[in-house]
């Protein structure tokens, strides 16, 4: 964000150019490996409570906001248009979805919650330029809403896979039937976890 600075015209033609040409609006796996994305506690109990609970099949997205304690606050599902990878189309898509279903965080001076992708697809676990645009799209949508910025997560027949951090597994998967979100919570009570747990979360928000 520019304060008191008009943009100078050498900045009106990038951003001219970056609209004209949806293959900028990506991230390379360098540039979001560098980005400093937080790392999840237990990525594998967050890909199994949010496919449980959503069911995704090829070409749906889950976007979940986490608390600082990695707790479920909200999360959406959609399916993409079958359309190109533009990162600016996937902000607009995900910013709406945020929109719909959590309070923005911009009056915070840090943000304090994260919002985390998964996105199931075809293909391999191998990054594509479509999980270049989602990555694109995740990082401004969070801006955009007073969020930092969490993990991409993929899942494909191959499993999950978390881009950027190489921490993957292979279920659940796109073709493996949703695990019941009660047998999740009675594995949490079996080893529980301080600070909370994002499947007892996932099961409390399904039950109501």
Known sequence: MTFGFAPSSAASMSTAATSAHPLTRMLEPAEW????IPLLRDPREVVSGLHSRHR???ATAILAVLDPDERLSASASFVRRPAPADGWMFRNALLAQLRRVI??????RTPVRTAVLLYCRDGDARWTEEDGAWMWGLRDACTLHGLRCGAY???TRDGWQVLGEGRGGRRPNADSPP???ESIAAAESIQPRTGGSASEVLRRAAAR
């Open 179 to 181: 695990e019941p979100l």
């Open 153 to 155: 997560i993929t899942l």
């Open 33 to 36: 490996a560098a980005a400093g």
């Open 56 to 58: 995704p099949g090829p």
């Open 103 to 108: 309070p923005h965080d911009l009056r915070r």
